[in-house]
C-alpha cells in the first residue's frame, strides 16, 4: 500500500496538582491529567494514530499501565516507539490533524508551541502539523480532556 491513514482517539481526567503535558509541551495548568504515564492525551492519540495505520498493536498493548516501568513515563517514549515503526515498515509520515476538545486550559494560548513541539518530534514541516481546539460548549462537565488525532502515511521504499 503506498498510503495509509490512521485514527486515534484519548481522554483522561484532570488531576489536581499533577503538571500537565500535551503534545509534549508542559502547560501552566492548576491540574495535570490523571494516567499511569504523564497522561498527555496528545501524545496517546497520536501514538495510536500511527500505530493504527500500521495495523500494529494499540499503545494499551505495547505499553500497559499495569507495568511499572511507565509509571509517570513520557509519552513520547510511546510515540517515539511508533515512529520506529513506522520507517522499519518502510512509511513516513506526511501530515497529522489533531483536535484537542478541551474547555480549559484555553487551547488558543498553547496552540503553536505544540505544533512546533509536534514538528520537532515528528521530524514534518509544522505546515504538516495541524492541532485544533474545540469546545464542549456545556454539553459535559469538563471533568477532563478528549484528543482525536489522523495521521497520512507513506510509503518510501
Ligand atoms: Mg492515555
Redesign the pocket.
Known amino acids: 500500500m503506498k498510503l495509509r491513514i490512521g485514527l486515534g482517539f484519548?481522554?483522561?481526567q484532570f488531576e489536581e496538582g499533577k503538571p500537565l503535558f500535551l503534545g509534549g509541551v508542559r502547560i501552566e495548568s492548576p491540574c495535570g491529567?490523571k494516567?499511569h504515564?504523564d497522561?498527555?492525551?496528545l501524545l496517546?492519540?497520536l501514538t495510536d494514530a500511527v500505530l493504527g495505520a500500521l495495523g500494529e498493536p494499540d499503545?494499551?498493548f505495547l505499553f500497559s499501565d499495569t507495568e511499572e516501568r511507565w509509571r509517570n513515563a513520557s509519552?513520547e517514549i510511546f510515540l517515539r516507539e511508533a515512529l520506529r515503526r513506522m520507517r522499519n515498515r518502510g512509511y513516513s509520515l506526511v501530515n497529522v490533524d489533531c483536535v484537542l476538545v478541551a474547555d480549559r486550559p484555553r487551547v488558543a494560548d498553547y496552540r503553536e508551541r505544540i505544533r512546533e513541539n509536534l514538528s520537532r518530534l515528528l521530524g514534518i514541516p509544522k505546515e504538516n502539523v495541524s492541532v485544533k481546539g474545540k469546545r464542549r460548549e456545556g454539553l459535559e462537565a469538563g471533568e477532563g480532556l478528549l484528543c482525536i488525532c489522523t495521521v497520512l502515511l507513506e510509503r518510501t521504499d
Open positions: 484519548d481522554s483522561h491529567l494516567g504515564s497522561g498527555d492525551a496517546h492519540a499503545i494499551g509519552s
